[in-house]
């Protein structure tokens, strides 16, 4: 019997995946050959993608990326030799480079197979957690050092032992699922390649706050992680492990998937709840924490999918192994998100600590043009420009705020030497204005005035330069969230280290 | 779906009637409307702040305040192309001006004939495939306009 194995994550599906599987199944019934066709996330390496595997004597062999018209010649070949042929994939060295946590199963198993789940790992964090008090589930992750993935970086386990000491007659999981950022796209493809993992996270952290509700909050633009999750949820809940007296334990919890409608702004954390709530994404102010007021104002943990998604090995394999990985405060893993104009673009999960440079040359291979790298953003839309000078910068949370940048949901945008900064730094404001949720002024006005300033400047008119700088300051120290908040990282970091972009001397742009 | 007044009502009442008791429904109650409907017909609107028990004017400032609601039909296809970051990289920008260029397009918007809506979308996670667009909820990788008028020559969903 032969045993293939197809991604049918969103990323493959738009390279021809579905073309490819429709072949697999026309060849094979023309040669009468019986064939297990398993569908699975992507092992992220997208630019193999349609990657098409065949299981041999327990190792699964690569071919990518492949056309519906090279099928009857794998077929033909008995799937051995052909041009296509990549060897073992866990021996591709991109893929054998990287540690695997939180993305273990993604790539390799069915994702709506609760079974392979169990057999590749799933569930022993669960069952463990049930095992142990609230109190010591918290202290675990806070032993492993885990913090938001989100891109805000904070302690995980703080947050979740607010929530567990918040006093509510009903407390509230919440996965932040909209994930905006251009250039990030793991939790996408953890929700289309392994669901069951989200699902366990939000499981361990309902039992440690002492949640009895969960509300996974997914962007629109991401139709096959809805249906993916709506459809893990399903088995899950026939399975026993959600629902009422989930599993034996004793403790209810579920869990509602919840769609956007096409709001950036709804990724930061306090729209996302109004959101939900039937509301317009209006950032709140702060305090009161959703730890203490959150959805409905009762207390919430807000937590990111790739967050949410570490908890099962932490739990399973306990603090020590997670926090084994890792550089200085940022512990653990980090799903890298390889994008834009790169070769070897990509998931890429590694332990904290690799240098810049080594993602964009090494591991990336740099731009997919071959052209030189002339910039990379780091951390989605808000995050800073880097130029290849700054390579040397370790992927550290407080490493990157050193070299005035910020990781983000840790997508790295590349470049090449075509990219226009003017225009980047341009757009960075004209985001901004375009998902302002308007409650406040710095924000509101300030991506407005922001844009014209750079026009200003980039015709030639440096008397804009102040303004600008007035501007960022304003809007980094006045407005309500990152979006507005962080929105100078990019215009700045451009001018800084691409002045005569913006007709500038170095000097001046300093 | 075209329907006179009463009758588009009467169906809003029984979609929010499906999320009574539902805590914070009205999101997954306009997507169902738009689902149906195609967009937030202006004969739903009592029914449903009358349902989740809001004014007309907060239920304007949701409709109003998501990108996704509309409050008038689309055309019959639907083309989002990523006009991120990650897509410019790889000649977003480019793309869509030869894209609404080659559809007659000024701005983006719907084709005179009532065929085609192209909107811009920020990210559709697809940036290690980039530039990227969503046709007729399809995801596609690397797109050309080449490859974006042979699948517009393609059949059109029913």
């Not at chain 1, 866990?90 to 994702?111: K, M, S, Y």
């Not at chain 2, 397009?105 to 811009?120: N, Y």
């Amino acid at each position: 019997m032969l045993r293939l194995f197809l991604p049918r994550d969103a990323a493959a599906l738009a390279l021809g995946a579905e073309d490819v599987a429709r072949a697999i199944t026309a060849e094979a019934a023309r040669r009468g050959v019986e064939v297990t066709l398993v569908r699975t996330g992507s092992r992220g390496m997208i630019w193999l993608e349609p990657l098409l595997e065949v299981e041999r004597d327990g190792i699964r062999q690569g071919f990518g990326p492949v056309t519906p018209a090279d099928i009857p010649a794998l077929f033909e070949a008995g799937f051995d030799d052909h041009p296509s042929a990549l060897g073992p994939v866990e021996d591709i060295p991109f893929l054998a480079r990287q540690t695997r946590l939180t993305f273990a199963r993604c790539g390799v198993t069915d994702p709506f197979d609760l079974d392979a789940y169990r057999a590749h790992g799933g569930l022993a964090g669960l069952d463990r957690a049930r095992a142990m008090t609230p109190a010591e589930i918290v202290q675990e992750v806070t032993d492993s050092g885990l913090r938001g993935r989100g891109g805000a970086g904070f302690p995980t386990g703080v947050k979740w032992r607010t929530v567990l000491e918040a006093r509510g007659p009903r407390k509230y999981i919440v996965c932040n699922a909209d994930e905006g950022d251009s250039g990030s796209f793991a939790d996408r493809m953890l929700m289309e390649g392994d669901p069951f993992a989200l699902i366990e996270g939000m499981a361990i952290a309902a039992r440690a706050v002492g949640a009895d509700r969960g509300y996974v909050y997914i962007r629109s633009e991401y139709p096959h992680a809805i249906a993916a999750m709506e459809r893990a949820a399903g088995i899950a809940r026939a399975a026993g492990l959600l629902g009422a007296a989930a599993r034996g334990s004793g403790a209810a919890f579920d869990i509602e998937i919840r769609v956007g409608a096409g709001a950036y702004v709804c990724g930061e954390e306090t729209s996302l709840l109004n959101s939900i709530e039937g509301r317009r994404g209006e950032v709140r102010a702060k305090p009161p924490l959703p730890a203490h007021k959150g959805l409905f104002g009762r207390p919430t943990a807000v937590n990111n999918v790739l967050t949410l998604a570490a908890v099962p090995a932490i739990l399973a394999q306990g603090a020590a192994a997670y926090a084994r990985f890792g550089l200085g405060r940022s512990r653990g893993t980090i799903p890298i998100q390889i994008a834009g104009n790169a070769r070897r673009a990509g998931l890429f999960e590694t332990g904290f600590g690799l240098s810049l440079g080594e993602i964009v040359e090494e591991i990336a291979g740099g731009t997919a043009s071959g052209r030189p790298v002339k910039a990379v953003q780091v951390g989605g839309p808000l995050g800073a420009y880097f130029p290849p000078a700054l390579f040397d910068t370790p992927f550290g949370y407080e490493e990157f705020d050193g070299a005035g940048g910020l990781i983000g949901h840790a997508g790295i945008t590349v470049f090449d030497d075509t990219a226009d900064m003017g225009a980047l730094a341009r757009f960075a404001f004209e985001f901004c204005a375009e998902e302002s949720c308007g409650k406040c002024t710095p924000c509101r006005i300030g991506a407005v005035r922001g844009a014209e300033a750079v026009d200003r400047l980039c015709a030639g008119d440096t008397g804009a330069l102040p303004l600008l700088g007035d501007l960022c300051e304003t809007m980094r120290a006045a407005s309500l969230c990152a979006l507005g908040g962080f929105t100078p990282y990019p215009v700045e970091s451009a001018l800084r280290h691409f002045p005569e972009e913006f007709g500038l001397g170095r000097a001046a742009a300093e | 779906m075209d329907l006179p007044d009463d009758a588009t009502a009467r169906r809003a009442r029984e979609i929010a009637g499906a999320h009574a008791g539902r805590d914070g429904a009205l999101l997954p109650i306009l997507h169902d409307l738009q689902a149906e409907f195609g967009h937030i017909p202006e004969a739903a609107r009592p029914e449903i702040a009358d349902a989740v028990n809001i004014s007309a004017a907060e239920l304007h400032g949701v409709i109003s305040f998501y990108t996704d609601f509309r409050t008038a039909p689309a055309g019959r296809r639907s083309l989002r192309l990523c006009r991120a970051e990650a897509c410019q990289a790889m000649g977003g920008a480019a793309l869509w001006r030869e894209v609404l260029a080659g559809l007659g397009l000024d701005e983006f918007g719907t084709t005179p004939d009532g065929r085609l809506t192209v909107e811009p979308v920020y990210c559709l996670g697809l940036c290690a495939c980039a530039p990227a667009a969503m046709l007729d909820g399809e995801p596609l990788g690397r797109v050309t306009a080449d490859r974006l008028s042979a699948a517009l020559a393609g059949a059109a969903p029913c």
